[in-house]
């Protein structure tokens, strides 16, 4: 059995639809077109931080109780996406490079304090990339919650000067003249807030999480750097 005041309400969206202009139409598809945009980026980005998180407590876990800076590294395994392991493997690999300098295979005991600012470089640009790639893509969101309400407010108002100027060419200022109108140009300003709502809620979340995660890796860089010199820094 169908529901009278659903089919009252799709008849009412079918009845604006009808009404509404070819601008309003082309706003609306690409409003539909952005919108498909904004929730795969909300999904792959919470699905990315997500797990960023989940690996960078697996990889410190794993880490943290090690009593030499090298011992995860020797074990030569991949942990993908994990930006502290990133941030860890461009580290030990700079410090390795400099303790086996002229010596082969060999890792010497000690580096000069020269030596040791070129590492800590080094991890402070593994740690700038690493939050760009979670920062990566943000700005799609960004667009759709400043953009999608003015092209729907566009719409909006191109539709009800369509409609004031059918009133005048007519001569008569009636409601049958002007509501199927006014409703129709009301329509884009509905869509550009659909997806400009949750657009905003899920920036504002992703942006957080983004905020976190970076002084979480800024944290791990600064422990990392402090590691390598209680270990392996010459005293001048």
Not at 44 to 63: C, W
């Amino acid at each position: 059995m169908n529901d009278p005041i659903c089919l009252f309400a799709e008849t009412q969206l079918q009845f604006v639809w009808r009404q509404a202009t070819v601008e309003a139409r082309f706003i609306i598809f690409f409003l539909a077109i952005m919108s498909i945009f904004a929730w795969y980026m909300m999904v792959s980005k919470g699905l990315q931080m997500r797990r960023a998180k989940v690996l960078n407590q697996h990889f410190e876990s794993e880490f943290r109780p090690q009593k030499n800076v090298f011992v995860v590294y020797d074990r030569h395994f991949d942990i993908s996406g994990c930006p502290m392991f990133a941030v860890y493997q461009e580290g030990c690999g700079a410090l390795d490079a400099r303790l086996k300098h002229g010596n082969g295979e060999t890792r010497g005991k000690l580096i000069s304090l020269k030596s040791m600012e070129h590492i800590k470089r080094t991890v402070e640009g593994a740690v700038a990339r690493e939050s760009l790639k979670l920062e990566s893509g943000l700005i799609l969101l960004a667009i759709a919650v400043s953009g999608s309400p003015f092209l729907g407010l566009l719409g909006t108002v191109w539709g009800v000067m369509d409609t004031f100027a059918r009133v005048g060419q007519l001569g008569r200022a009636d409601l049958p003249t002007m509501a199927p109108g006014v409703s129709a140009a009301l329509i884009t300003t509905v869509a550009g807030l659909l997806v400009a709502i949750p657009s905003m809620i899920a920036y504002n979340w992703l942006v957080h999480t983004l905020r976190v995660q970076t002084v979480e890796l800024d944290n791990f860089a600064q422990d990392l750097v402090s590691r390598m010199e209680s270990e392996y820094l010459k005293e001048e």
